[in-house]
């Protein structure tokens, strides 16, 4: 009911709504309308009137009074989360319109994590460039936490994230490329590190790297739900910034951790991976972009990630079963003692 009055308001008083509902989400970031109105750069009385229109129009107050500032009511909350994703697509359409007519080349800027540079971005960027080659990108090395706060300032388009994209649905277009296989990865000296595979139940006595919500957010909640599947809850004792620091811990701390199996083959001393047994334990490959981007080079970009993801994905799955043979083999024809 609510979006179905702003929607006819909106209809009704184009220019006059929508500067109320920008001088809005002003005061909900803000907390206080005289900073908002600072922002803003006009004055309070005039920035309170203009909410106090836009009450008229809901039917309610958006807003109560505390000693801090303001607090959005109920319906204040419900208004703000729907129409941050209508501004962030309107300001979007309009940049790339804006950059197009004053005769820029379409840009597509991309966050990535290093380790996935090699093995998926690079041939996907390779099919991008044969189908838009006029597309101008723009390639920003960053942790998941930062590309997920790099998509919300506006400075990337799109972001390579993993796992840890998750968390971004509410905010940002996800697309699940594939599900994964996944390793334990393990010091190279540790009691499982020479085995086929692994179960999770088998980790229950061990230490986990964890990461900081900060730069992994979600991750360690993943974790947690895969290993209370198998009975236990993990026990955290250090917090990786990146993958290179994951690594650096679980060979300097003795600690272990789960990820992806195309950590396999990360460039680290002192580390082994074993596959993870249990049915159900994967790790997804998600993507996230800005909503309001519809540019076809995007979608190109999407369809030539999903393909590369998905065929490293198979090939992963396919070396585990190869691996995993020869031992149910072994086992078959071994000789019965006496």
């Known amino acids: 009911m609510l979006l179905?009055?702003?929607?006819?308001?909106?209809?009704?008083?184009?220019?006059?709504?929508f500067t109320q509902l920008r001088s809005f989400l002003a005061v909900i970031e803000e907390g206080s309308l005289n900073r908002a109105a600072g922002r803003l750069r006009i004055s309070q009385p005039a920035l309170t009137r203009q909410i106090q229109a836009l009450e008229r129009e809901i039917g309610g107050r958006l807003f109560e009074r505390t000693s801090a500032g303001v607090k959005p009511t109920d319906a204040g909350h419900a208004l703000a989360a729907s129409m941050r994703g209508?501004?962030?697509?309107?300001?979007?359409?309009?940049?790339?319109?804006?950059?197009?007519?004053q005769g820029e080349r379409e840009r597509l800027r991309i966050g990535y994590l290093g380790s996935t540079a090699r093995i998926f971005l690079n041939p996907a960027l390779a099919a991008l460039r044969q189908a838009y080659p006029t597309v101008k990108v723009q390639l920003r090395d960053l942790s998941p936490g930062e590309q997920l706060a790099a998509l919300r300032a506006g400075e990337i388009d799109v972001a390579l994230v993993g796992q840890e994209g998750s968390v971004a649905g509410r905010d940002f277009y996800t697309r699940k490329l594939a599900a994964m296989p996944m390793v334990v990865i393990l010091p190279a000296d540790h009691r499982l590190a020479r085995r086929r595979d692994v179960r999770l139940e088998e980790l229950r006595e061990e230490s986990f790297v964890g990461a900081g919500?900060?730069?992994?957010p979600g991750r360690d909640r993943w974790i947690t739900q895969l290993c209370r599947k198998a009975g236990f809850s993990p026990k955290f004792v250090h917090r990786a910034t990146s993958v290179s620091h994951m690594f650096s811990l679980v060979s300097g701390e003795g600690a272990i951790t789960?990820?992806?199996?195309?950590?396999?083959?990360f460039p680290a001393a002192g580390i082994a991976t074993a596959p993870l047994a249990?049915?159900?334990?994967t790790?997804?490959?998600?993507?996230?972009?800005?909503?309001?981007?519809?540019?076809?080079?995007l979608q190109?970009?999407?369809?030539?990630?999903?393909?590369?993801?998905?065929?490293?994905?198979?090939?992963?799955r396919a070396e585990i079963a190869k691996q995993r043979k020869p031992a149910r083999k072994n086992q078959r024809t071994a000789p019965m003692s006496n």
């Open 4 to 17: 179905r009055h702003c929607s006819y308001a909106w209809t009704a008083y184009p220019r006059g709504m």
């Open 86 to 101: 209508i501004f962030t697509e309107y300001d979007a359409a309009i940049a790339d319109a804006r950059r197009l007519a």
């Open 213 to 216: 919500e900060v730069d992994m």
């Open 258 to 265: 789960l990820g992806p199996a195309y950590l396999r083959d």
């Open 278 to 281: 249990d049915e159900g334990a």
């Open 283 to 297: 790790w997804d490959f998600l993507v996230a972009w800005q909503r309001g981007r519809t540019a076809g080079s």
């Open 300 to 316: 190109a970009l999407l369809e030539a990630l999903a393909g590369v993801v998905q065929e490293v994905c198979d090939a992963e």
